[in-house]
């Protein structure tokens, strides 16, 4: 039988037993209310209208009230007549009620009425044990019915209850075991089936599915075999050292030049674990110390570059560990399997970057001399002493005046890019006054904003706290800030500037109303050479670069934000 069908039959079934349920109790009920109603209303009333005609005749039955309220309830009583013999009794009470009334002093009367009342009582009291008696045999059938009925619904369900479910649960579970047999490579299990159901058609299917497998596992194994021995020469005819571990931290694979890198024998190091071989060697301790200090996979591993002394000279490295994860075929969540360290060998271009360095601090150095022999050349040019100038050679002056100080502004930022590369910045930290700092810079540009009608608003808080800092490289750092905002503001508007204390800081700020940065080019701002295409800058693209160095180089912090159309702020920020 198939599925659908052996569910629907087993629903199907135990719907039709609830509805009979359902039906066998309202019609007991049903019954036992129509029985209960016939005695409230037939019996019941009869026996009250029957006290009220005895209290009546108690009173005074030769008063007027009396005699009506025994004459309203005779008459209903004549009109609720149900048992047989009751219609007679009543009328015979009707006529010794109206001779009553005609000799109400006759005491016969009394008694005769009274043995009336208390025959129709009488009566209705025995009809009343009758039926109470009827009432209980009904409820008796019911209770007999909806027990039998109920137990009945009860073995069906208990029989589909043990049954049903289990006749579908147990060939998907032999199923589900083989499947999982077949993700464990195991190609040969097959599912013994003799169902005449869907599950026998899954069952079939699987089995064709598994004999395929087992085909292509058989007729793939060599060409496997062969593409990893590709993988391995490829791996080793690498120039770069390259290490593979697995997620435990296994070392699974190293290639001929990490091996060569760390004078170790690729047979003493594969299939070892990394932390051991770490202890032995400080080389491999070196490139693993990141994957040994965590136990969980890597996210983000940045580069690092490793100074390593091989073919008896210094190479340089950039080492790179690649976290391996898979998500296995069939499944959603992500696995990891290991890592993959990689050193490329940057030995040329370090060699390329010091040979740089060293020739621009030489070339900066050299340019400066000649160009303060110009510059003094220049002021004796305008010195009056000397000879009066025409208007001519005083804009030839002046032009070589403004070629000169640009001269003399790239050299120094050319110079301050040789010490941020070597590493040897030369600061001289102190405690410095943040108010003189910015008053210095405003003075040294305040030329510069006036050629551009710039107002520059300074809003310099009262009683700012000394910072910890070098004066001079703060200054020209902020002095590079305002001419930027200068370069890039509009004519005829305002710079901001800024200094306050925050916290345990005082915060430099330099606002400017111009174009602002594109959100595109805000990743790139302080990279080294970088001008924002279209700009029309004639400088060197340095000075955010340098700038950057030289506050993080004090302890400090240096920031911006941006919006396109409105202006830029920069913000730094130093130690109190």
């Not at 036992?32 to 039955?61: C, F, G, P």
């Not at 640009?406 to 943040?434: H, W």
Request: with cysteine; hydrophobic share 40%; charged share 25%.
């Amino acid at each position: 039988m198939k599925i659908k069908a052996k569910l629907t039959l087993g629903v199907g079934l135990l719907f039709m037993l609830i509805i009979l349920l359902a039906i066998l109790g309202s019609y007991n009920i049903s019954l036992l209310s129509k029985d209960t109603q016939n005695i409230l209303v037939a019996n019941y009333n009869t026996l009250d209208y029957s006290r009220w005609m005895l209290i009546a005749l108690d009173e005074n039955i030769a008063s007027p009230k009396s005699i009506d309220k025994f004459t309203d309830n005779l008459v209903k009583q004549q009109h609720n007549i149900t048992e047989p013999g009751e219609k007679e009794l009543t009328e015979k009470l009707t006529v010794d009620f109206e001779s009553i009334k005609k000799n109400p002093k006759d005491s016969l009367l009394y008694i005769t009425i009274r043995k009336d009342l208390t025959d129709i009582m009488y009566l209705n009291m025995e009809a009343i044990v009758h039926k109470s008696n009827i009432a209980k045999e009904t409820a008796e059938k019911a209770i007999y019915w909806v027990a039998l009925t109920g137990t009945i619904c009860f073995l069906i369900a208990f029989f589909l209850l043990f049954n049903l479910p289990s006749s579908i649960a147990d060939p998907i579970r032999e199923i589900t075991e083989s499947i999982k047999q077949i993700a464990n490579n195991n190609y040969k299990e097959r599912v013994e089936s003799d169902y005449q159901n869907e599950l026998g058609e899954m069952a079939y299917a699987f089995n064709v599915m598994a004999e395929k497998l087992e085909e292509y596992d058989n007729s793939n194994l060599a060409k496997i075999l062969f593409e990893k021995k590709r993988i391995e020469t490829l791996i080793n005819n690498m120039h770069d050292p390259v290490i593979g571990l697995d997620e435990n931290k296994i070392i699974l694979f190293a290639n001929d030049e990490a091996c060569k890198v760390a004078a170790l024998n690729r047979i003493n190091i594969v299939g070892k674990n990394a932390k051991d071989i770490a202890l032995k060697n400080n080389l491999i301790n070196n490139l693993l110390q990141d994957l040994i200090a965590f136990d969980e996979p890597l996210k983000k591993v940045a580069d690092k570059t490793l100074k390593i002394n091989a073919n008896g000279k210094e190479n340089y490295f950039d080492k790179e560990i690649i976290d391996i994860n898979i998500t296995p075929t069939g499944e959603q969540i992500s696995k990891h399997i290991g890592h993959v360290i990689v050193l490329r060998n940057i030995t040329t271009f370090k060699e390329l970057d010091f040979a740089k360095t060293n020739f621009i601090a030489t070339i900066s150095h050299e340019l400066k001399t000649p160009i303060a022999t110009i510059k003094a050349s220049l002021q004796l040019l305008e010195n009056e002493k000397i000879g009066n100038l025409n208007v001519e050679q005083k804009q030839l002056i002046a032009s070589i005046d403004d070629d000169s100080n640009r001269l003399l502004k790239l050299t120094g930022e050319l110079l301050n890019l040789s010490q941020v590369e070597t590493g040897n910045i030369k600061l001289s930290i102190q405690q410095s006054d943040a108010s003189k700092i910015i008053n210095y810079a405003i003075e040294t540009v305040k030329i510069q904003a006036a050629q551009k009608q710039i107002k520059l608003e300074v809003k310099i808080e009262e009683n700012l706290p000394l910072v910890k800092a070098d004066a001079e490289k703060t200054a020209w750092v902020l002095v590079n800030l305002l001419i930027n905002a200068i370069h890039y503001s509009f004519e005829n508007s305002e710079i901001i500037v800024e200094v306050k204390k925050d916290n345990d800081n005082v915060v430099f700020s330099v606002q400017d109303f111009g174009k602002g940065i594109e959100p595109k080019y805000k990743d790139k701002i302080f990279n080294r050479y970088f001008q924002i295409p279209g700009s029309n800058n004639s400088g060197t693209g340095l000075g955010l670069s340098i700038s950057k160095e030289f506050i993080e180089t004090q302890g400090g912090k240096i920031t911006f934000e941006s919006e396109y159309g409105t202006g830029s702020t920069f913000t730094i920020l130093l130690k109190i």
